[in-house]
T-cell receptor, first 114, second 112 residues
């Protein structure tokens, strides 16, 4: 158990819909990262937040957005869903203090878009 | 971007030492090399991290030559439970941005 929690575990929805994925980082970790992993693909970095502020952005689609709240939990919002958005979405956290960027990954949310 | 190249797959037998090499010709001065392990339908798990020379912990060793254009993850005496995908990540400690995208990794299969 990494200490990172993600809800829900599974999500099945239809094209055009909007969903919200939730992540709670390890206690004390200030950074939260979101990744997308499609079938047989590597992990694609989406976005990173540090202490409530956006720190880095990857190839995140405009239909996707995220935020980190004052209690440090984070949400990833996916809208106008397409079939190709079906994937595993992982959240990771790290202390992100100097010299310590080891990421701890959550169990993931499996999104299926029908 | 320090694009990484790893073997797609490797097979080994229990008890053998496995070495997985990652090429990263365009590594930047402030980039570190980190290896993660991922089992099916689980999030990746940190294995080891290094900047240069050799790093060893209780599960693996990481060898980085002087030019840092490649690195080798060494798993001593693998077991069936080491069957997983192994990712090499090359990124700075902070502000990695797109460098935080993992490649497709190396699928290691360990057999009896």
């Amino acid at each position: 158990d990494s200490g990172v929690t993600q809800t829900p575990k599974h999500l099945i929805t239809a094209t055009g819909q909007r969903v919200t994925l939730r992540c709670s980082p390890r206690s004390g970790d200030l950074s939260v990262y979101w990744y997308q992993q499609s079938l047989d693909q590597g992990l694609q970095f989406l976005i990173q937040y540090y202490n409530g502020e956006e720190r880095a952005k990857g190839n995140i689609l405009e239909r996707f957005s995220a935020q980190q709240f004052p209690d440090l939990h984070s949400e990833l919002n996916l809208s106008s869903l397409e079939l190709g958005d079906s994937a595993l979405y992982f959240c990771a956290s790290s202390p992100n203090s100097p010299g310590d960027n080891e990421q701890f990954f959550g169990p993931g949310t499996r999104l299926t878009v029908l | 971007l320090a694009k990484t190249t790893q073997p797609i797959s490797m097979d080994s037998y229990e008890g053998q030492e496995v070495n997985i090499t990652c090429s990263h010709n365009n590594i930047a001065t402030n980039d570190y090399i980190t290896w993660y392990q991922q089992f099916p339908s689980q999030g990746p798990r940190f294995i080891i991290q290094g900047y240069k020379t050799k790093v060893t912990n209780e599960v693996a060793s990481l060898f980085i030559p002087a030019d840092r254009k490649s690195s080798t993850l060494s798993l001593p005496r693998v077991s069936l439970s080491d069957t997983a995908v192994y990712y090499c990540l090359v990124a700075p400690l902070t502000g990695g941005g797109n460098k935080l995208t993992f490649g497709t990794g190396t699928q290691l299969k360990v057999e009896l």
